[in-house]
């Protein structure tokens, strides 16, 4: 039960967009639609901010949004924010054997 | 309000014991699989295991196959996770967290529970 790999820092000014990739492989990220992306600020619970690949909860700005090729998804925030300042995880359903698996997570930094 | 509230950590020594709740409220808590993910002290997410609405379907990580057991009671609204045999690498902080369509297993959690520490030390 390998960990999905994402960079482990990622960095961009104000207004500008930053995107974060997660690689897996084809039974995990690329078998299945069902990757989510959830973001975590120090101390504070996760929260989800895209599911199934794209979609993202009611009350999630759509600054942030989601694709998938292959074995890899991205996360990509637009219009960089302070409070956009936080860790982030991608995760993917696995199949029956592994079920669930967590990427590696990104330091994203607001310059 | 949707809420999960963990309870149930501490420091115990390795090779000890410890069972870890979460109590549910704002939900119907009995049509929603569960699951625990843990977070060691400034380290990434790892999922532990899940469980199905109505308790009949199970899922382990390998780290903790065999010496971890999910359980949920669908009359008090709670999820359980019952440790046994455990080590210093599975200091962290639980979270619980709750599937967010009833049904799919679509590793998409919409509410976490704050989470409870668990420090396994001599």
């Known amino acids: 039960q390998s960990a999905l790999t994402q960079p482990p820092s990622a960095s961009g000014s104000p207004g500008q967009s930053v995107t974060i990739s997660c690689t897996g492989t084809?039974?995990?990220?690329?078998?299945?639609?069902?990757v989510s992306w959830y973001q975590q600020h120090p101390g504070k619970a996760p929260k989800l901010i895209i599911y199934e690949v794209s979609e993202r909860p009611s009350g999630v700005p759509d600054r942030f949004s989601g694709s998938k090729s292959g074995n890899t998804a991205s996360l990509t925030v637009s219009g960089l924010q302070a409070e956009d300042e936080a860790d982030y995880y991608c995760?993917?359903?696995?199949?029956?054997?592994?079920?669930?698996?967590f990427g590696t997570g990104t330091k994203v930094t607001v310059l | 309000e949707v809420q999960l509230l963990e309870s149930g950590g501490g420091l115990v020594q390795p090779g000890g014991s410890l069972r870890l709740s979460c109590a549910a409220s704002?939900?119907?808590?009995?049509?929603?699989?569960m699951s625990w993910v843990r977070q060691a002290p400034g380290k990434g997410l790892e999922w532990v295991s899940a469980?199905?609405?109505?308790?009949?379907?199970?899922y382990y990580a390998d780290s903790v196959k065999g010496r971890f057991t999910i359980s949920r009671d669908n009359s008090k609204n709670t999820l359980y996770v019952q440790m046994n045999s455990l080590r210093s690498e599975d200091t962290a902080i639980y979270h619980c967290a709750k599937d967010k369509n009833s049904g799919s297993s679509d590793a998409a959690f919409d509410i976490w529970g704050q989470g409870t520490m668990v420090t396994v030390s001599s």
């Open positions: 084809s039974s995990d990220v690329g078998g299945y639609n069902y």
């Open positions: 704002g939900f119907t808590f009995s049509s929603y699989a």
């Open positions: 995760s993917s359903y696995a199949g029956s054997n592994t079920f669930y698996v």
């Open positions: 469980i199905s609405g109505s308790g009949d379907t199970i």
